[in-house]
């Protein structure tokens, strides 16, 4: 079992940075795959970004390649999204995931969620 925490959401400008942080549980953790998607408001949740057990491969969604960034720490349990250039558009509940195996773009992919971090870009 692995419980999920985000954190490091929050109100930023166009153009602003912010980097969300998802602490997870368990003694295994470098050998889950980590993803993070979104649901903005009346829209499906979509993938963002996923990173592979071991941190040995990345995979973006187009609408935020070159601009963000997913990394782990397994010796902190945390996986982390680092968003630059922001964008209205932007804006949506952010969720970590984990699977244990291989990372997917699929949700299905994914067996654990966290409860979500809001974020609030600003034109």
């Known amino acids: 079992q692995v419980q999920l925490v985000e954190s490091g959401g929050g109100l930023v400008q166009a153009g602003g940075s912010l980097r969300l942080s998802c602490a997870a549980s368990?003694?295994?953790?470098?050998?889950?795959?980590m993803g993070w998607f979104r649901q903005a408001p009346g829209k499906e949740r979509e993938f963002v970004a996923a990173?592979?057990?071991?941190?040995?491969?990345?995979i973006y969604a187009d609408s935020v390649k070159g601009r963000f960034t997913i990394s782990r720490d397994n010796a902190k349990n945390t996986v982390y999204l680092q968003m630059n250039s922001l964008k209205p558009e932007d804006t949506a509940l952010y969720y970590c995931?984990?699977?244990?195996?291989?990372?997917?773009?699929?949700?299905?992919?994914?067996?654990?969620w966290g409860q979500g971090t809001q974020v609030t870009v600003s034109s």
């Open positions: 995931a984990a699977v244990y195996g291989r990372r997917s773009t699929d949700e299905a992919g994914y067996n654990y």
């Open positions: 368990g003694r295994t953790f470098s050998s889950y795959s």
């Open positions: 990173l592979s057990s071991y941190g040995g491969s990345t």
